[in-house]
């Protein structure tokens, strides 16, 4: 499906080669828990270095919002990937992400070296895709790589607007992977191709809702977003997540399900609390109650044990699997249960799966269950533009224009 060259197109002997990564991994005191976005790294790290390139990392780590924030600083993955590939990876810190000593680092380098710069959202404009970082990131390299899925979706100095300065700029294996993987299971799906969605808020997946619609032979809809759907069919919903702007959208999309002959299934029992657990994974005292019987004064937190029955049925049959979002508030213990069957269940079946980023691969993987998944995508926001049909940027920026 893609049409990009790879590294695999390029010739990297003796250059330096600038390669966007996503490092945006979780940190607890210093310390990644989670190292999944390293690890997916690393072939297209590799194939560089065996290539004879000079290997200049960078990636963004959450939202420093433009302020150089020590606790938000790439030191530690310079640290575990020197680790997993066995050889040095040269933190070269600077709140400029790229200054004097960025420079001088990347002229000194040796073929099979690798440096890493620090995090590139330490500068404001770098969401803004400014002109000014694109050109001092392009500066230091002669080739660009983009295997960063995560933030295909977006249009950043280092992913996008670098790519306007270098001549030769190409995709990592990655990048190549998700895209592939992510336009067969969707373009041409085994059937029947069951489409999951969950998390929070219905307005962040509308389009790809219409879309999956459109695609899939059942949509099923889980977590907090399911009980707007819920009010939109007059249930009461008590305290539950609601966005009431979008009532009237649910009602269309349960009416174009109908009208397309595809299953649009909701919770038909929720478990429910007396508020949202502070902190999130502190004890709670549950119920489980029917999705048209809920009090007034309660919240709905997960799905219950009956839905757990009806959507595993359905995922049971499946030969595509797609699941984006979580189907409660799976960081809490009590909550989890409803994700954790749903996680199970598709990892049970025999279908392609392919589970969104996010929080879906955060659950999936805190649960236990990430090496049983045909596919776990790097990247949440972009997987569901993917899925929505839309171009990706930072997929459109690789070029070929001097690749060989």
Not at 176 to 197: C, H, M, Q, S, T
Not at 255 to 260: G, R
Not at 298 to 309: A, E, Q
Request: net charge negative; with cysteine; hydrophobic share 40%.
């Amino acid at each position: 499906m893609l049409n990009k060259k790879t590294v695999d197109d390029i010739n990297v002997k003796g250059r330096r080669v600038l390669v966007r990564c996503d490092f945006n991994v979780p940190l607890k005191n210093g310390e990644i828990t989670d190292e999944t976005r390293l690890v997916q790294a690393l072939p297209t790290i590799k194939k560089l270095i065996a290539d004879g390139g000079k290997v200049i990392l960078c990636s963004h780590l959450g939202k420093p919002k433009g302020e150089p924030k020590p606790e938000l600083s790439l030191a530690p993955v310079a640290k575990r990937l020197s680790e997993l590939l066995g050889q040095e990876v040269k933190f070269v810190p600077n709140d400029r992400v790229v200054g004097e000593n960025v420079q001088e680092a990347a002229a000194r380098m040796q073929e099979g070296d690798v440096i890493l710069l620090e995090n590139t959202r330490y500068r404001a404009e770098e969401t803004k895709n400014g002109e000014e970082l694109a050109q001092e990131l392009a500066s230091l390299c002669d080739v660009f790589v983009n295997d960063a899925f995560g933030t295909a979706h977006r249009s950043h100095s280092s992913n996008v607007g670098v790519t306007g300065y270098v001549d030769t700029c190409v995709l990592g294996y990655l990048m190549e992977k998700e895209v592939n993987y992510l336009g067969n299971a969707v373009d041409d799906p085994k059937r029947p191709f069951v489409a999951i969605l969950g998390g929070a808020k219905v307005a962040d997946k509308l389009n790809v809702i219409n879309s999956l619609l459109e695609k899939c032979d059942t949509l099923i809809i889980g977590g907090g977003m399911s009980y707007t759907f819920l009010k939109a069919k007059g249930f009461e919903i008590g305290l539950s997540l609601l966005d009431e702007t979008k009532l009237d959208y649910c009602r269309e999309m349960i009416e174009k399900a109908e009208n397309l002959g595809k299953q649009l299934l909701l919770p038909v029992d929720t478990v429910i609390t007396e508020s949202f657990p502070d902190p999130i994974d502190a004890p709670v005292e549950t119920e489980v109650v029917d999705a048209d019987k809920m009090p007034a004064d309660r919240m709905g937190m997960d799905i219950g044990p009956k839905t757990v029955g009806l959507f595993s049925d359905i995922i049971s049959k499946a030969k595509t699997v797609v699941w984006n979002g979580p189907m409660g508030v799976f960081e809490n213990p009590v909550l989890s249960e409803g994700t954790r069957a749903i996680a199970k269940a598709v990892a049970d079946t025999d279908a392609i799966t392919v589970i969104g980023g996010g929080d879906s691969a955060a659950a999936v993987n805190q649960l236990g269950f990430g090496d049983r998944m045909s596919h776990i995508s790097t990247g949440g926001g972009a997987s569901l533009e993917f899925l929505e049909g839309k171009e990706l940027p930072g997929v459109a920026a690789a070029d070929d224009r001097d690749a060989e």
